[in-house]
């Protein structure tokens, strides 16, 4: 039986602009687990400013769950923003390791071909193996996988997922509005109600 | 990491050598704090040893258990509106805070609680005492902190005070480990905090909403307002009651707003929601536009959702933006602290009487009325009903004393049909339900508003749960009258027993000490009623007793709360029966 609600879910790329506090990685976790909710890929880096640090989620939801879910991050104290955009609206990269036996790659010419194919470089080459890099979307990562299984794939890692936002500005703008005292229009600015045209009519 | 707003020049030359448990003293004085609650252990002895020296500008109350602590310390918060402030110790003294934390985070209450912790140096190491209190607290805290450095007090104290009482006000736990207690530093003094970066307790205000709404209102034909704890939270009884009076619309309330509009005001027609009235349920999906205002949409309060007021425009006024559109879809959402957005509300909208809906609701209220409240309240024959004691201790107090009521029927029972002229009148624990709530919370609420009477309404479940702060009230000589309705059942589950479980009564049958011998033990005086012709004199005479007193009332048996929703019907399908 196929649910409704599961026809419109979709992947969503949530970016959590915060302060740099100890624990605030399990209060924004636990807004998920308490709803019992996977995060799909959670990544954790500095962002374009000093002192700032910016949380890339990745979940699997409607758009009306992942809404809330935002509005529940932006509400913790250390959290300065959050938003939500569909994979169309970011320019998103996982990055990916291999690790093959070396003999078998240097023997065969035809393995050769396939990783530059899947645009994959070697990082490290020992005697016993080697390391291989790729970049890209999860297919992509996902389809050197396939490739290099029959050469004996001896370990195969992935990263998180990093992604920009399109129409983004940055974030400099809107933390000198934060660090006012009473922030102006532009740092309350409020997508929620900015988007409600269409809901709302009098 | 903190971040604040620099010290002033001038303090910053008046420093002081001193150690971080006397920081947290000058900070909770110069917050205006006068009462804690708390019980001392290892890992928070400094600050204790610190409290000695300012033992007569800080009061504190020693409590039996820091459940009770906490509990207490809500009681003062509600019934005065200031935070609450509460020492334990580490480990199990955090540990045992838990429960009252969640139940002040989902009931907005402030609290500052400040729990002890190891020293630095053993965090991690499974040392004695040591409980992870930080990520334990983390989900029913609105913020916590761990100082491990003297000098990191005085700003994470500040930034603990403003975030708890700013915005929609919750509870927040430092976590202070011994050696930042005990260190020495120079302190600059202290300076309270009045913004962070990354925290903006009050969204902006958006005028097109509050003219879309008003709109909204003065085109309504049957416009109906549903308050919440939100209008004393933002102490806007006032700005509400200008609001209700020019606009004529009727207006109900859940348990946590009880009290923002005193009980006999004409427009007041009742109580929300499961247990509430007749009239207020029925009408919320007949009404063609709801006005829900610094309230939550709790699921006992509107039933099933997908039949709650669909026939109704909403227009939703809170001061939290994760609450709009959380369980109920909004027309207009009006953000913002309602004590601004009411009286901007209040300019715009029509003076009006809709004198025919209110009406309605009086036609559904008479209903109520001859079908069971009439019973409930005037019984004449028959054994003792919770109601009837509510009823009489309103003709006594006349609707002047704190409520405070525990978890059960009798909760249900005494937010009916408490009177309450006064505003921060009722204190339960409505969001959580937490059984053991009001004598603690009782004991607090007295200190919060020491003129006041605090009447503390009881079941003989949830009494039994914290009759240890029996010690409290003989130690501080605190005066709670403590008013026991004994069903000699868990009576709140075995009427859904009855009800919905063809009368299996599993675990329900719950026996209990002498109650009165009990009060005696502790010096407090008491006394059990069973008949009618006792009630009204027993109640003068604690009332009108020096000091506190126990009153056990034995009431009927097997009595049910109604009206009710059953469970997964809509509010509409309110049985009286």
Redesign the interface.
């Known amino acids: 039986m196929s649910n409704p609600q599961q026809i419109d879910r979709q992947e969503y790329n949530i970016t959590v602009y915060t302060e740099n506090h100890v624990g605030l990685l399990n209060r924004i976790a636990t807004i998920f687990s308490r709803r019992k909710m996977n995060i799909e890929s959670l990544n954790t880096s500095p962002s374009e400013i000093e002192g700032i640090h910016r949380f890339n989620i990745v979940i699997n939801e409607t758009e009306e769950v992942v809404g809330k879910l935002v509005k529940q991050i932006e509400k913790q104290v250390e959290v300065l923003k959050a938003y939500y955009h569909t994979n169309q609206d970011v320019i998103w990269q996982e990055m990916a390791l291999y690790k093959v036996p070396t003999d078998v790659i240097a023997e065969k010419a035809l393995v050769e071909r396939l990783l530059r194919e899947n645009g994959a470089r070697a990082v490290v080459i020992r005697k016993d193996y080697t390391v291989f890099e790729t970049t890209g979307h999860r297919e992509e990562t996902d389809n050197l996988i396939k490739v290099l299984q029959p050469y004996g794939l001896i370990e195969f890692v992935r990263s998180a997922r990093i992604a920009i936002i399109k129409d983004s500005e940055g974030f400099n703008r809107k933390l000198r509005e934060f660090e006012r005292a009473e922030p102006g229009e532009g740092a309350v600015e409020n997508e929620f109600l900015n988007s409600r045209d269409n809901v709302f009519t009098m | ?1 903190l ?1 604040q707003e620099k010290q002033a020049p001038e303090l910053l030359e008046a420093t002081k050598t001193i150690t971080g448990g006397e920081a947290i003293m000058l900070g909770l004085l110069q917050e205006q704090v006068d009462t804690i609650f708390g019980y001392p252990g290892g890992a928070i002895m400094p600050i204790y040893d610190a409290l000695y020296d300012y033992r007569e500008q800080l009061h504190h109350v020693l409590v039996r258990h820091e459940q009770g602590g906490i509990h207490a310390a809500q009681g003062y918060a509600r019934s005065s509106g200031k935070v609450g402030v509460v020492f334990a110790t580490s480990g199990p003294g955090a540990t045992n805070l838990i429960t009252g934390l969640a139940d002040a985070m989902i009931d907005s209450t402030p609290l500052v609680c400040i729990t002890g912790q190891v020293y630095a140096h053993l965090l991690g190491t499974d040392a004695f005492q040591e409980a992870d209190v ?2 334990i607290s ?2 029913v805290t ?5 100082v491990t450095e003297a000098e990191e007090l005085p700003e994470a104290l500040a930034k603990a005070f403003y ?1 708890a009482k700013s915005g929609r006000p919750g509870p927040v736990l430092l976590d202070i480990t011994k050696n930042a207690q005990l260190q020495k530093f120079d302190f600059a003094g202290y300076t309270p905090c ?7 307790p009050k ?2 205000v ?1 005028k097109e ?1 509050i003219r ?1 709404a008003a ?2 209102i003065n085109n309504a034909r049957k416009p109906f307002v549903l308050w919440g704890q939100g209008v004393m939270l933002g102490a806007a009884e006032q700005e509400f009651k200008a609001f209700i009076e020019k606009s004529g619309i009727p207006a109900a309330w859940t348990i946590m707003g009880a009290g923002a509009l005193p009980t006999d005001h004409p427009q007041n027609v009742g109580m929300l929601g499961m247990h509430g009235n007749y009239g207020p349920n029925v009408l919320t999906n007949e009404c063609d536009v709801l006005i829900a205002i610094g309230m939550r949409f709790d699921d006992r309060v509107t039933g099933r959702l997908d039949k709650y007021a669909r026939q109704a425009k909403v227009i939703h006024l809170d001061i ?3 609450e ?3 369980n109920v879809q909004t ?3 009006v ?1 913002g602290d309602c004590k601004e957005t009411l009286p901007m509300l209040t300019q715009l909208v029509e003076e009006k009487s809709h004198t025919a809906w209110l009406q309605k609701f009086h036609t559904y209220r008479d209903t109520e009325v001859a079908e069971l409240i009439r019973d409930e309240l005037f019984p004449t024959s028959g054994e003792l009903t919770m109601g009837e004691v509510v009823q009489q201790l309103n003709d006594l107090t006349n609707g002047e004393a704190i409520v405070v009521s525990d978890v059960g029927q009798h909760q249900m029972v005494a937010c009916r049909y408490a009177k309450l002229n006064q505003t921060r009148s009722n204190i339960t624990s409505g969001g959580l339900g937490t059984m053991g709530f009001a004598l603690p919370a009782a004991i607090g609420a007295k200190y919060g508003a020491p003129d006041r009477t605090v009447v503390a309404v009881i079941g003989d479940g949830g009494f039994q749960m914290t009759l240890q702060e029996l010690g409290t009230i003989m130690q501080s000589g605190v005066d709670v009258k403590i008013l026991i309705l004994n069903n000699q059942f868990l009576g709140m589950v075995r009427q859904w027993q009855e009800l919905f479980n063809e009368r299996r009564y599993s675990f329900v049958d719950i026996t209990s000490p002498d109650f009165v011998k009990v009060a005696d033990g502790y010096g407090i005086a008491g006394k059990r009623i069973s008949e009618r012709e006792e009630l009204k004199g027993a109640l003068q005479q604690m009332l009108s007793h020096q000091g506190s007193f126990l009153l056990e009332v034995m009431v009927a048996k097997e009595n049910n709360v109604f009206p009710m929703v059953p469970q997964g019907c809509s509010v509409s399908e309110i049985r009286l029966k």
Not at chain 2, 142 to 146: A, V
Not at chain 2, 194 to 200: A, D, G, K
């Open positions: 990491m971040t930080i990520s983390a989900p609105k913020w916590n902190y761990q975030i009045r913004h962070i970066r990354s925290y903006r969204p902006l958006r909403y879309a709109e909204l939290d933006p994760s709009i559109d959380k027309t207009v959402p953000w």
